[in-house]
Each structure stands twice: as C-alpha cells, then as structure tokens.
C-alpha cells in the first residue's frame, strides 16, 4: 500500500463510519480494487485508523463525554458493548474470512438498503424517546445486541445500532446520536484487539509489529488518523442534517445501488 491508497482508505473510513452503508464493505471494496486487500498490514490499517474516527465522536461530543456527573451515561454505553464484546471475541476468525468474500458483502449491502427504505414504517411510535435519560439499561443492551448484528461485513455496524435504536422507541436523531456513542467503546475495543493482541495470519506479526515496521509504516498510520478524524467530523455534521430532512431512504437507494454495482463488478471481473 502506497501513501495515495493510504488516504482514499482513511477518507472512506471518515466518510462511511458512522453512515448507515457500512465502512468496512466500503474499505474492502477499495482495498480489493487495488489489489491490496490480503496485505497484513492493510488489514491492521483499515481497522486501525478507526481510532481517527472515534476522536471525531469524542470531539464533537465532549461536553457529554466528560461529563463525569452523569454515570448512568458511561453504564449504558458499557452494557451496550458487551455483546460486541463477548460475539466478536468467540466469532473472530468466522469475521475474517467472510471479510474476504466481497460477493456475499455485496449481497447484505443491497438487503441492508431494503431494509432502510421501510425502517420508519417498520418502527413507528407514537411517543418516541427524544432524550438519552429516557434510554433504560435493558433499551441499551438489546440496542447493544442489534449491534451485533454488524459482525457479519456489509450490514453496517451504525446501521444495526440505529435500526435497533428505532426498534426501542427512539427517534431517529437520539437513534442516530446513541449509535455514535456506542461506537465509542466498540471501535476502541476492536482497535486496541487488532493492534496489541491479534497475530496476523500472513506475517505472525502483531499490529503494533506491523505499524512499526518502517517510518512509512507508521507515518501512514498517522496521516490515515488524522484523514479520518477530520472526514468523520463531517460526516456526522452532515448526516444529523440529512436524516432530520429526509430520514433513511437516501441511504437505502445508495446502498442498493452500490451493492448492485459492486456485485456485477466482482462477479465480472474477479
């Protein structure tokens, strides 16, 4: 991987994160165009510079994230994570090889799409949750649990959390800004999980050996970093407006027609 691929990944990153159209397909797709997808260290980078991503949530929200008064908030996003936590331990290596199969990713963004175009007619409520506060313990694990449902590449890890947000009676904004918050804890345990604990396969290198490597190594780590920090921060801004004016089905028409281009790119050409 070059510093040019470099950025186009960490720009998908920022960009795709926190929208309902699934990143990690989006990255996958990158990467297997240029032909880079079963490098060890473009692996480690395309989970990696989600740490950029997460500053952008911490950023935009610090007032919440630090404020330690409020300890309720930090207990809901814990039992929120524990699902992510306990699945994706136990399920890791079935993770990684359906993330070599993008015909199947192809496949679930296309049905992911669908769903999103009936999401508000599937979960309507008439007195919907509009605050955080009104979010209980058990709201915040079964959120945690539709979150799960993102292990499997393409579905959209923000997409699971929003659809199960909406699913327990919140609207779509709180559904969208809850999901936020959870990613916090996610991207940060998947992180730290790909950079210190995990040996990759190809090298029997951990990450933090692969991100060390060469200065160019670690240099891309940085760029890629701070090229997420600065797209997601946008990103969010954007989608917040987007989903206030004209809710999910935008997302849900572009994940349709992605997937369909994506599916007929590979099966032609791979």
Excluded at 193 to 205: A, C, D, R
Aim: net charge neutral; hydrophobic share 50%; aromatic share 14%.
């Amino acid at each position: 991987m070059d510093f040019f691929q470099a950025v186009i990944l960490a720009i998908i990153e920022g960009l795709t994160e926190y929208l309902p159209i699934s990143s990690t397909a989006h990255m996958i797709f990158a990467s297997s165009y240029y032909g880079i997808q079963e490098d060890d260290y473009v692996k480690l980078f395309q989970v990696s510079i989600q740490f950029g991503a997460i500053l952008a949530v911490v950023a935009l929200y610090w007032k919440k994230f630090f404020d330690f008064t409020r300890i309720n908030f930090y207990l809901k996003l814990a039992m929120a994570v524990i699902p992510a936590l306990v699945l994706g331990l136990l399920f890791n290596d079935l993770i990684e090889e359906a993330l070599e199969q993008p015909i199947p990713i192809a496949i679930v963004l296309i049905v992911g799409g669908v769903i999103l175009l009936f999401i508000e007619n599937l979960f309507k409520n008439p007195q919907p949750i509009t605050t955080e506060e009104q979010i209980t313990n058990k709201k915040a694990i079964t959120i945690g649990l539709w979150q799960c449902l993102a292990m499997m590449p393409g579905t959209s890890r923000s997409a699971a959390s929003i659809i199960g947000g909406m699913q327990q009676g919140l609207t779509r904004e709180n559904a969208a800004e809850f999901s936020f918050f959870l990613a916090v804890p996610t991207m940060a345990a998947a992180t730290i999980y790909s950079v210190f604990i995990k040996t990759y396969e190809n090298t029997g290198k951990k990450g933090y050996e692969l991100l060390t490597e060469s200065s160019d190594t670690l240099t891309m780590f940085f760029i890629g970093n701070v090229v997420a920090f600065i797209v997601a921060i946008i990103a969010i801004k954007g989608f917040i407006g987007l989903i206030k004016k004209y809710g999910f089905k935008p997302w849900g028409w572009y994940r349709i027609i992605a997937g369909a281009l994506l599916l007929a790119y590979f099966i032609t050409y791979k």
